[in-house]
C-alpha cells in the first residue's frame, strides 16, 4: 500500500513555479527550493491518500479551490522571501519584530487576496501595479509587516493574476477589545490603461497581542477586479 501526502507534490509544483519565474540565479539551487518546500509543508495541513486514483481527485479538487491555491502561493511567497533573506547577504535587511506593549490590544489585519482579469483575454493583468492604501483623514500608503511585502505589488503571471498584502498591526486607543472598521483604497495602474481604484472596508477586532507572520485562513478575500 502506498501512503501519499498529496500536499507535498501540489507545494513543490508551486514552489518550482515561483522559483522559476523569479529568474534569479539563487533559486536554481535544489536545496533553497527544498528549504522553500519545507518551510510551506510545516504551515499546511497535511493530506494522505492510499490509492492513485484519490491523489488524482485531490489534486483537481484543490486546483478548483481558489482561496487554498492563493494560501499556497503566499506561504511560498513568504517562504522564499524568509529563506532569501537567511541565506543572501544582507544587503536587504529585514525589520526586527515590533515590541509589543503589555497591556495592549492590536488590530491585526488578515491577509488581504485579491486578483485583477482583463475582460479582453479572460486572464490575470501581468505588469499591473497595485497600491494598497488606508483612509487616516485621507487616503495614504499602508504600511506593511515588513519590507518582505511589497506595497505596491507588481502582477505576475506567475500567480495567475493575484496580489498580496499583509498590512502592519495598528494599536488600538481604547485599549480594550474592540471592533473598527477599516477603510481601504486598492488602485491599479497598468502601460496603457486609465488608472482604476477600488473601495473596500474590513472589519477588525483588536487582540491583546501582535501577530508578525501568516495565519493559515487568517485572510481576506478580495472581490475580483475586472478592467477593460
Not at 501519499?4 to 533553497?32: P, R
Not at 533573506?85 to 492590536?106: L, N, Q
Not at 491585526?108 to 483623514?137: A, H, Q
Request: hydrophobic share 35%; charged share 30%; with cysteine.
Amino acid at each position: 500500500m502506498i501512503l501519499k501526502n498529496t500536499m507535498e507534490d501540489i507545494v513543490f509544483h508551486a514552489v518550482n513555479e515561483m522559483c522559476t519565474d523569479s529568474h534569479e540565479d539563487f533559486w536554481k539551487d535544489e536545496t533553497n527550493r527544498h528549504d522553500v518546500a519545507c518551510y510551506v509543508l510545516n504551515r499546511v495541513r497535511a493530506s494522505y491518500l492510499t490509492s492513485g486514483r484519490g491523489v488524482l481527485h485531490m489534486e483537481a479538487n484543490h486546483e478548483k479551490d481558489v482561496q487554498k491555491t492563493a494560501d499556497i502561493f503566499i506561504l511560498v511567497a513568504e517562504a522564499m522571501r524568509t529563506v532569501l533573506s537567511r541565506r543572501k547577504d544582507k544587503s536587504h535587511p529585514v525589520a526586527p519584530p515590533k515590541p509589543e506593549e503589555e497591556d495592549s490590544y492590536y488590530f491585526n489585519f488578515p491577509c488581504l487576496i485579491g486578483k485583477i482579469i482583463s475582460m479582453t483575454t479572460w486572464e490575470g493583468m501581468d505588469g499591473t501595479i497595485v497600491t494598497l492604501k488606508t483612509r487616516i483623514e485621507h487616503f495614504v500608503k499602508t504600511d506593511m509587516i515588513n519590507p518582505q511585502w511589497d506595497n505596491p505589488y507588481t502582477i505576475s503571471h506567475k500567480t495567475s493574476g493575484y496580489f498580496t498584502f499583509f498590512p502592519s498591526p495598528v494599536k488600538d486607543k481604547k485599549n480594550e477589545k474592540s471592533s473598527r472598521l477599516f477603510e481601504f483604497s486598492l488602485l491599479f495602474e497598468h502601460s496603457g490603461q486609465e488608472p482604476v481604484e477600488k473601495i473596500f472596508t474590513i472589519d477588525v477586532t483588536s487582540e491583546r497581542a501582535i501577530h508578525q507572520s501568516f495565519r493559515k485562513g487568517f485572510t481576506h478575500r478580495i472581490e475580483d477586479i475586472y478592467i477593460n
